[in-house]
């Protein structure tokens, strides 16, 4: 069955499905994976320490796969530079970028002209707009269901991607709480050329930087597995609930700063979470979805389950046009 949109066209790949950018956890293993399994791997830029770090992962996702490829930049991190990196992806002609946590602008002017395809994940209709004013190709809409950081109005995917839609001229992709192929058919009746995952890419072998620990959470998770933390920063972010989270949540409740709370929601802790497995000494960031995740394949079985269950309800959908 054919997968082609507007979004596999444009990045040239064969389904229309994109693996976020995955803060510590996706570098050039399961970005390729994703990218030899038809849809679009990225790597976390921002992750890296330096530029020569980000070059060898390029270098290495180009000796695992032929496919294109993304490099993610989250940027507005506390005023940490990222022209620097950005600048590695130009010198070295990645396909794609994808920018996301403030101002895309400085990113977009500097990739422009340089052939690279630019998307900007968005969680709100006026920065679509914006996104696509500045000249992105492609907007990735991200729902409060999604794992990781969120926007601040708490709007579902099922909202936003519609309303997205109709308001930007260039392919919208939906993300936050997809995880299999009920999302995909889900997010293209809404509108969407393409989905984005993330939770359900850690949740697979190639995600080799997560814990064991922190996949089987994952598998774990129920409908109140996760939670919202750093609302009170105005930088909602949506993680696995633990005691760590409760202390978090605790600390903003009181009225904790920036200040108060930066040991609880460094990076540092983070790592100690989803690298180490120490439930008790951080936080892992997840999704709504991780309910319906209840297995840790390969990122190829991952693909062919998804594709064959969206396969199934097209066919299912044209059963019933035939019928009436
Ligand atoms: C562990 C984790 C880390 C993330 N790190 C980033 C990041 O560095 N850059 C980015 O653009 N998005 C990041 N995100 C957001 C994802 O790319 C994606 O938009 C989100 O996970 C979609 O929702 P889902 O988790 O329900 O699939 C992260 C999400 C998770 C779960």
Sequence with gaps: MNWTTKVTELLHIKYPIIQGGLAYLSYADLAAAVSNAGGLGQITAMS?????????????????????????????QHGRRYEHMVQVAIDEHVPVISVTGGNPKGVLEMVDGHNI????????????????????????????????????????????????NDDVDI???????????????????????????????IATKECVDAHLVYKQAIIDADEEATTVIKRTLGMPARALKNKWTDTILE??????????????ISGE??????????????FGWAGQGALRIQNIPTVDELFKMIISDATKIRHKWGWRVIKQ
């Design 117 to 164: 395809k630019k998307l900007v994940l968005v969680a709100a209709r006026r920065q679509a707009v914006k996104a696509m004013e500045l000249g992105a190709d492609a907007v990735m809409v991200v729902g409060h269901e999604g794992g990781g950081h969120i926007g601040r109005a708490d709007m579902s995917t099922f909202v936003l991607t519609p309303q997205v």
């Design 48 to 76: 890296l320490e330096n530029e020569e770090q980000l070059r060898q992962e390029i270098n290495k996702v180009r000796t695992l796969t032929d496919k294109p490829f993304g490099v993610n930049f989250a940027i507005g």
């Design 269 to 282: 802790a983070n790592r100690q979470y989803i690298h180490h497995g120490k439930v008790d000494e951080g």
């Design 171 to 201: 392919p919208v992709i939906a993300s936050g709480g997809i995880v299999d192929g009920k999302g995909l058919m889900a997010a293209m009746a809404l509108g969407a050329e393409g989905i984005e995952m993330g939770t359900r890419f």
């Design 251 to 264: 600390l903003e409740k009181n009225g904790g700063d920036y200040g108060t709370l930066k040991n609880y």
